[in-house]
């Protein structure tokens, strides 16, 4: 299972990016983890997958801005430890 945290920075807040995140999640799919909006205007992403490459197309459409209205200027990708998910929802 590879597991990674990611920072979005830009205009990702108020855009309807965390219902997008979700969606590509869905729409990739055996993408699982949550979303959600930190106070300093970015937000942080939790996904993990035991399929490396829809993970890899997972943080390359993130980093594209997965929403019209959203602009990804910084993803900072790390890996991470976390608990397992079986589903990927937004958090608040």
Known sequence: ?????MIASGRVQGVGFRWSVQ????????????VWNNEDGTVTILAQSD????????IHEIRKGPSRMSKVTYLDVTMAHF?????????N
């Open 1 to 5: 299972m590879r597991k990674v945290k």
């Open 23 to 34: 969606f590509l999640a869905m729409d990739i799919g055996e993408i699982y983890g949550r």
């Open 51 to 58: 399929n490396s490459e829809k993970l890899s197309k997972f």
């Open 83 to 91: 608990e397992d998910f079986t589903d990927f929802k937004m958090s």
